[in-house]
């Protein structure tokens, strides 16, 4: 799925006084589109380094249900993985809110959203490029990203 309604990931912008000549310069700029949604963290993966955070594992809304689609597994410091880490295990659960089978995923339970930064969507529905940029509680009447608006 391409990133706005003209299905553009970004455009290439030549300095105006430079004659054209094909191939790569520092006169041509490439400006890519970028996305801002909140998605309902409904797991993560741990990292390989004990303690630490390696993905979180993103829902959105379709109707009433949630749907998985993708992960995000940058834009965090090394302090804020592990806190993030040691928030996830406190909320851990065996019911899962999305039908996701992976082999080190943790549940939890989908009561925190993510603000996350993402270039497009994949032709299977998933977030391409995604990168974590905040937490909240969905009590905050936060705005779910919802699958409808583009499918």
């Known amino acids: ?9 970004g455009i290439i912008g030549k300095h ?23 998605f309902v963290i409904v797991g993560f993966e741990p990292s390989t380094v004990p ?36 928030l996830l295990e406190g909320m851990a659960t065996k019911t899962q809110a ?8 943790v549940f939890v339970e989908p009561v925190l959203v993510a603000e996350v930064e993402y270039r497009a969507w994949t032709d299977d529905g998933k977030l391409r490029h995604a990168s ?9 009447d936060v705005e779910i990203y919802s699958l409808e608006r583009y499918w």
């Open 132 to 140: 974590f940029k905040g937490i909240r509680e969905r009590e905050d």
């Open 51 to 86: 303690g630490y955070l390696g993905r979180l594992l993103l829902a959105a809304r379709q109707g009433d249900d949630l749907v998985y689609v993708g992960g995000c597994g940058t834009g965090w410091s090394d302090e804020l993985s592990r806190e993030l880490r040691k």
């Open 16 to 38: 105006v006084e430079k004659p054209y000549r094909s191939g790569r310069g520092e006169w041509w700029q490439k400006i890519t589109c970028k996305r801002r949604d909140s």
């Open 1 to 9: 799925m391409a990133t706005n309604s003209s299905g553009l990931e």
């Open 98 to 105: 999305v039908t996701l089978r992976r082999k080190s995923a």
